[in-house]
């Protein structure tokens, strides 16, 4: 982005010294001709200034606002030299061939003098005319899906699959209908962003054409069926997230391909079926988040494989079960947040658990737990959250009073009758561990 900055400041530059040039000719015309210096039909000022923005790209832009702002907007009066003197808030350009065309447009409220939209705001065909459109972006936006339902299906998507690099969709409730096909011929998209929207339906199985994509954002929407064998294609992707839609079936092996991923996050779907091993194959991924789904299988042994992962949530799978045991937990020592929150986990808290020595967020609440906790959870240097509460734990925790003085509300034992803390610890309440008994010793 930087780079980008840089080159439009420099054209800015030479946009003003090519003002100066105009400027200097027409004095210089005025003080030393002797006949009429308007005797041309064409002015040497009005050939400068023709060549900084085509009338065509003008008037197509000023076309392709009004349709989202409003008819009554008249840019050619509050906007002449839209990629000059006078830009647009959220309307960019970059030079080519010597002359200004549209490369970006920020439509919605992005800022306090952003181009805001009509409650009939619609696409025109003249958006897709901007051939050197490379960003398009739409922030709240499409306002109503009852006065003023707007689809994106339908409409001519490929004319900028020359140029359209990022395309983003945020919080357009009155956006409907369902993706088109023809996202896939977007061939230049390295982002597409579809965060809270009125869109549903099956997500195109042409989206996986998009080689060149590396953050795929389609999130709290709702986009329903199966999620496509085809993403596992899209190897340069970094980010992809599809949590809160209606999502199901199972989560497909082919994202084995997506080996430069960082982030996946499927939460807050209706998948099912067990978590694939080949996700295993994800060498660099470092959030994984497939939380409030309807995952079976067990905890996956190959977790301790993924020893780059520094945030993984799998809670609120009440039918997911496993065994924390089985896992190494030693090899995935990168680990800082874990949620393993009602998965239906049974067994002992292993003492492996404690070599997680980065680890901030520990969450084992509102499973079927047993045993007694180990005293190096209390000793992690980094722990900041501790969820225990909701088990069926007992014995006597041997933690130390400076952790239960330190974390306060942000450890929970509750709801585990045989579990019990030593008694004293201290004369201050609050270090003493909230819904958890003193254990009792006889006299």
């Known amino acids: ?201 099956n997500i195109p199985f042409e989206i996986g054409n998009l080689g060149n994509l590396k953050r795929l954002v389609m999130s709290e929407s709702g986009f329903e069926g199966n999620i496509p064998d085809s993403l596992g294609r899209l190897s340069n992707l970094l980010i992809l997230d599809m949590s809160g839609n209606k999502l199901s079936g199972s989560i497909p092996t082919s994202l084995q391909g997506l080996t430069s991923l960082l982030k996946l996050d499927l939460s807050g779907n209706s998948l099912g079926g067990p978590v694939p091993g080949e996700l295993a194959n994800l060498k660099s991924l470092v959030l994984l988040d497939l939380g409030k789904n309807n995952l079976t299988g067990g905890l996956a042994r190959w977790i301790q494989d993924m020893v780059s992962l520094e945030e993984l949530v799998m809670s609120h799978n009440p039918n997911l079960g496993g065994d924390l045991k089985a896992i190494n937990w030693g090899n995935v020592k990168n680990l800082r947040s874990l949620d393993l929150t009602n998965i239906g986990l049974k067994g002992n808290i292993p003492d492996s658990m404690s070599n997680l020595r980065m680890l901030r967020h520990l969450g084992l609440g509102n499973n079927s737990l047993t045993g007694t906790p180990p005293r190096g959870l209390s000793l992690l240097p980094h722990i900041g959250a501790l969820y225990l509460n909701g088990n069926s734990l007992t014995g006597q925790l041997e933690f130390p009073p400076e952790f239960y003085a330190k974390m306060r509300w942000r450890f929970s034992g509750e709801d585990n009758p045989g579990l019990c803390y030593r008694f004293p610890i201290t004369t201050s309440a609050d270090a003493a561990p909230h819904g958890i008994n003193p254990c009792i010793t006889a006299t």
């Open 1 to 201: 982005m930087g780079n980008h900055s840089h080159r439009r400041r420099d054209l800015f530059v030479v946009f003003l010294t090519r003002r100066v040039i105009v400027w200097s000719v027409a004095l210089f015309g005025l003080c030393s001709c002797g006949g009429d210096v308007y005797g041309s039909s064409s002015s040497p000022t009005e050939e400068l200034v023709g060549a900084l923005m085509e009338w065509n790209e003008r008037e197509t832009l000023y076309s392709a606002i009004r349709g989202f702002v409003g008819s009554s907007w008249n840019g050619s009066d509050l906007y002449p030299e839209p990629c000059g003197w006078t830009p647009i808030q959220g309307v960019s350009c970059d030079l080519h061939d010597e002359k200004w065309y549209v490369s970006v447009m920020n439509i919605g409220s992005f800022y306090d003098n952003s181009l805001r939209c009509a409650p009939d705001a619609n696409f025109t065909h003249h958006l897709f005319d901007l051939k050197h459109l490379s960003s398009l972006s739409f922030n709240n936006c499409f306002f109503s899906p009852q006065a003023n339902p707007v689809a994106i299906s339908g409409l001519s998507w490929e004319r900028l699959a020359g140029s359209l690099t990022a395309l983003e969709f945020r919080s357009n409730p009155g956006l409907i209908g369902t993706l088109p096909p023809s996202f896939g011929s977007l061939g230049q998209l390295q982002s597409l962003v579809l965060l809270e929207n009125g869109l549903g339906g």
